[in-house]
């Protein structure tokens, strides 16, 4: 395994194992890794040949300075981790390898990226969109994994690969928890005993919508009210939003069609803001 910091090594590199005909699984983190990330550094070394993870704490996608000073950084652990995992390379940059000197290219996404995480976190996906370019046009990967607890952050990587024709096929990984039903979360450190102890009620109340669709709930006003109630049951929940929309479109629903529905809930444990979601198919 090898740590890579410059973005032109990583490039030539990559060039080299195209060249060879081999294929590059790519994982972007921001580091802090654990089961979660990990579940999809798996996923990437058994369907590809050579595979790269990235840790890069993004700026651009954090909204506040604050939480970015915050993010927990250690690449000597995760270093150490990913050793285990079978991983050829880590991209490590310094924020300046990113975004150079005068950068002021942004790729923003239309139409799925000012609702939910969008609108709670203002410019958000824009960070989210253009680091992901930056990677994808400098590593150019054939498998690139994504986990879906950051349901919309699929829906945009979806979109934006699409449309910027990257020959790249987006792999989404299921979202891996908790024995509690908790999502697995850098955040969740950050939770108090009492707080750790009440979160799980966002799975439970997820699973309660479920189990009311796969009872034939179709009506989304009812399985928004289902979670909604089963979250406010839980004292030290706070709802952030709760959404029932369409799976691609992100577009809100009044029934449950033909298409596949996301279930989204963010939800606040003192000041530690969770999300979870969970995919709902009518066609299963
Ligand atoms: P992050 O380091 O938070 O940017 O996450 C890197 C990748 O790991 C993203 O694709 C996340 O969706 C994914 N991820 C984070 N937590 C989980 C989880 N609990 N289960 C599956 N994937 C996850």
């Avoid at 290219?105 to 370019?133: C, D």
Wanted: proline share 4%.
């Amino acid at each position: 395994m090898e740590i890579i910091n410059r973005r032109q090594r990583l490039a030539s590199l990559t060039r080299k194992i195209r060249r060879e005909n081999k294929t590059i699984g790519f994982v972007p983190t921001m580091g802090a890794l654990h089961q979660g990330h990990l579940s999809l550094v798996q996923e990437a070394r058994q369907m590809s040949d050579v595979v790269i993870v990235s840790i890069f704490v993004n700026p651009t996608q954090f909204n506040e300075g604050s939480d970015f000073k915050k993010y927990p950084r250690d690449l000597t652990a995760d270093a150490a981790t990913l050793s285990d995992y079978q991983v050829d390379y880590i991209f490590a940059p310094d924020e300046n390898e990113i975004y150079g000197e005068n950068f002021s290219t942004y790729v923003y996404v239309e139409n799925l990226t000012e609702t939910l995480e969008g609108a709670a976190r203002p410019g958000h996906f824009r960070g989210v969109a253009t680091v992901v370019t930056i990677l994808f046009n400098t590593i150019r990967p054939d498998f690139a994994f994504f986990g879906q607890k950051d349901a919309q952050q699929v829906a945009v990587i979806e979109r934006l690969t699409k449309d910027l024709g990257f020959d790249t096929e987006i792999i989404v990984a299921p979202t891996v928890r908790e024995d509690s039903g908790l999502a697995m979360s850098s955040r969740n450190a950050r939770l108090t005993d009492e707080e750790k102890a009440a979160a799980p009620i966002i799975y439970r109340a997820l699973k309660e919508v479920r189990s009311a669709f796969n009872r034939g709930e179709r009506s989304a006003a009812a399985l928004h009210d289902i979670l909604e109630k089963t979250i406010e049951s839980e004292p030290l929940a706070k709802i952030d939003y709760i959404a029932v929309v369409d799976n691609t479109t992100l577009e809100p629903l009044e029934r449950i069609g033909e298409n596949r529905a996301l279930v989204a809930a963010a939800v606040r444990f003192g000041d530690v803001r969770l999300i979870d979601n969970i995919v709902l198919d009518p066609k299963q």
